[in-house]
């Protein structure tokens, strides 16, 4: 069995991203190409071409080690797990926002990051072929304690709890554009409200326009996050 190892990617603290530049993906215009984004994905040293979660997502540590040598006393299998995968003009997954507690080398075109329940990351995906784009997909998922209810999403093991989820380019770029907004309020998106989340899925789904995260409102989750101990 492969052990869990560092990621590698620089500097733990606030998701940070800055203001995604995003265009419709096309063949020679991919949103991951887009300049800010380049700046935010740091290339694998090990893995040529690989995208990781943003400079600024921090230096992933070690996970602390219990007695059985397993990542803080949890077992692998606790652990959610999401295979990022990168071949250029093809097929590319990356993480728009996350703070994985370990990752580990597949090959050079896949890695694997690990996330502890209660996390909450962004996972995008992006597929072309010689008709254009076939798949533009973002979603917003929970990491769920092993056991617990989960739905099945494309390599995400074993699943998750799925806050948000949208398919088609207007869509994932309205997502990109909230996201950023929550970033310029000094606010880490790891640390938004589940129900916000939620929120925005339903009004894009029903075709409204979702309501602002504000810092009150997340003052307010913080408070009742704190009370559920």
Known sequence: MTALGLSGTPGLG?????NSDYREPESSAKPQNSKALRSLNCANKESFGFLLTSRACGQLRQPP????????????????EVELFWQEGVREHWLRFGKPV???????R????????GQTFGFVRWAFNDYGTILSR????????????VTRVPHVTPG??????????????RVFALIDAIEQLGIDPCEVAPDYWRHIHNRLIAA???????PERHRAWLARKALQG
């Open 14 to 18: 606030r998701s940070g991203t800055a």
């Open 65 to 80: 080690l219990g007695r059985s040598g397993d990542a803080a006393g949890t077992r692998r299998g606790a652990f959610t």
């Open 102 to 108: 370990a990752s580990r080398i597949c090959d050079r």
């Open 110 to 117: 896949r890695r694997v990051e690990c996330y502890a329940p």
């Open 138 to 149: 973002c979603d917003i998922l929970l990491a769920v304690a092993e056991g617990a209810p």
């Open 160 to 173: 998750a709890e799925v806050l948000l989820s949208v398919t088609g380019w207007r869509k994932v770029r």
């Open 208 to 214: 409204e326009t979702p309501r602002s995260y504000s």
